[in-house]
Structure formats: C-alpha cells, structure tokens
C-alpha cells in the first residue's frame, strides 16, 4: 500500500482515484484529424481531379518562394437531409486515389524548390471546406482546379470557384481553372 493512497474509514480498503478522463472520452474515438495551420502562400484546391502541371507553375509562380498547400477533395454523396449512409462515404480506394494525387502534386512542387503541405478532406460542400482551410493557413492565392463541365451541370452543381469566391471574401485572390 502507498503511502500517499486514500483510505476508505469503515472498510480499510484503498480508495481508486477517478478517471481524469471522462467515460465519453474513453469510448471514442476522433473521426477527424485537426485542421492544419501551417502558414502558406498558395492554396491548390482540387475536386478529385490531377492537377495539371500548368497549376504547379502558377502557384510557383504567385507563391514567391513561400510554402504552398495543397487541398484534394472526396465526395461524400447524398444530401445533408438524408439518413447517413456508410455507402454514401469515399471507399478506402477513393481515399488512397485522392492521397496519391496530393503525393505527386507535392512531390512536383518540391522538385521546383517550393516547400509544400497535403490534406485530403471528406465533405459534401466544397466551397466551405476550401474556404475554411484558405483561412486557417492565410493564403493570399486560392487556385481551385474543377473539371469542364457542361453549362446546366454547373447550373444544377454550381461553380465551384465562384462559391469559394464568395465565401473567402477579399481575404485572399481566387482563380477558377477548368481542365
């Protein structure tokens, strides 16, 4: 028995300390990892497409010599209203696409001497998450990379760059490119 230890009075048993980690805490488990903060100058945002190496110049190109971000995008599908589905989520392949597009992106951006930062995320509203990670890493440059795509399909979709437009404000410079 330690001496520092509590005793229960009536029984002469040692009393255990509480948990200092509450019992939620103990049973979950995180679902997501921090959103990333390192500083850069440029962010490439991708929806699930490669990113053309005319997209690398550019953000070398604007960067200056400062870091650059690069931003992939998986599809979570269905609607925010509807029942959660584990069908509706990106597969563990789409997932392993997504992360080998941000690989080669960044490894083309080092061999050009730009030191660069990856993040795949998971969501339904592109525009909101490119914009929120715009912010956390203040960029100056916003490059979101879209596939082309017909006229009534980015008028039932939306444009991306335009809503991503919209929601950083004047906080940093957005460019549309359609490959």
């Known amino acids: 028995m330690r001496a520092d230890a509590q005793v229960n009075v009536r029984t002469g048993d040692v009393v255990a300390q509480p948990n200092p980690k509450p019992a939620r805490r103990l049973f979950r488990r995180a679902k997501w990892d921090a959103q990333p903060t390192q ?3 440029v962010l490439i945002a ?3 497409i490669p990113i053309p190496p005319a997209v690398i110049a550019r953000a070398v190109q604007l960067s200056g010599g400062r870091p650059v971000a690069v931003l992939t995008i998986a599809r979570i599908y269905g609607y925010s ?5 584990p069908g509706l989520l990106p597969t ?3 997932m392993d696409e997504q992360l080998a597009l941000v690989a080669k992106a960044i490894a083309r951006l080092e061999r050009r001497g730009v030191e660069a930062w990856g993040q795949v995320a998971s969501t339904r509203r592109y ?6 990670a715009a912010r956390a890493r203040g960029v100056d440059h916003v490059l979101v990379v879209a596939p082309e795509v017909p006229r ?3 008028l039932v979709e939306g444009d991306t760059a335009r809503d991503v437009r919209r929601r950083i404000g004047q906080e940093a410079e957005v460019e549309g490119i359609t490959v």
Do not use: C, D, H, M
């Open 81 to 85: 209203f509807g029942l959660p589905s």
């Open 39 to 41: 500083s850069s100058a």
């Open 92 to 94: 563990r392949k789409e």
């Open 152 to 154: 009534w399909r980015r």
């Open 127 to 132: 525009a909101k998450t490119i914009a929120q």
């Open 46 to 48: 991708t929806v699930g």
